[in-house]
């Protein structure tokens, strides 16, 4: 049964949860640890929404046979008591397919991302995601970010065509072109902060009005990360400058350091706390033994900042 877009809205409110994609020895999938991983995702903060096959997932890296079984086995395990959004890539005749496979699974909705190893001006960019909305009822997502951002009036135009074009995913960090968005499109179009590291960035987007943001810690150092996120929303600058000083800025500058550890130092993470959920693919790499170090103890301080 297709979410309403006020039930979806609901179900976007708050800290989103990401699923990584486990992978086993060999690098294929494991499809009963994702059914794990998901739970215990869901078992975090009661979110009302989990996203599967997007960034952090690693979509890039799954066949479109991977992609399939990935999403049914994340359907299949929430059983309707959140939304289940799907990254969707490229666009023509691939990201059709890909869309027609994730219908096929019952996804509730979409993110969708830039176009793969492209760029074009304002009217390609309206080309490549009117095709993909033509091609669904599902509500989508659109990802501002790399050779996908936004003017103003491109999204307006996309909107006011497409119902089902719902939102918007931030990852410039451009509020006041954000701000020109919701002026022209208005209160209908949900704004998600799609930042890196979003947690350094959520007060900023909180005093906008943008609640929503896919924390990158929630799922390895959940009680520091709540414990931050409770102080955003009260708006208490001691107590976020006291977890972005012990922890939050620590773990930025080590994902800084080496390219592809926005996705590596999560799956690390869960490693260290006994939820393995194995390795990444390349290009990615794992991260190195001296980082895997520094994790351990970020992760130990974060334990104790949150318990404060």
Sequence with gaps: MQRSIDDLRRCLDGPLPFACT???????????????????????????SVFV????????????????????????????????????????????????????????????????????????????????????????????????????QTLARLVAEFPNIVGIKDGTGDLDNLERMRKLVGERLMLLNGMPTA?????AYTKSG????????????????????????????AEIERLLAGFVRLYHALRSEVAGYGVALIKCGLDIIGRSVGGVRPPLVDPAPAHRQRLEALIEVASQLGCE
């Design 199 to 203: 947690e350094l960035y959520a007060p």
């Design 53 to 152: 096959a997007c960034g952090t997932g690693e979509l890039w890296s799954l066949d479109l046979g991977e992609y399939a079984y990935v999403l049914g086995t994340a359907v299949d395990v929430v059983q309707d008591r959140v939304a289940v959004v799907a990254g969707l890539p490229y666009g023509g005749r691939a990201g059709r397919e890909y869309l027609a496979a994730a219908e096929a699974q019952g996804v509730d909705a979409f993110l969708v991302f830039p176009p793969y190893l492209a760029s074009g001006p304002q009217e390609g960019l309206y080309r490549h995601y009117a095709g993909l909305a033509d091609a669904t009822e599902l509500p989508m997502i659109v990802y501002n970010r790399d050779s996908a951002v936004f003017e103003p």
């Design 22 to 48: 486990p992978f086993g020895p060999s690098g294929e999938l494991d499809l009963a640890r994702l059914g794990q991983h998901v739970e215990e995702l869901l078992a975090v903060g009661d979110p009302g």
């Design 210 to 237: 943008i609640r929503s943001y896919s924390p990158s810690t929630i799922a390895f150092a959940p009680d520091a990360f709540w414990a931050y996120d409770k102080a955003v929303v009260a708006s208490d600058g």
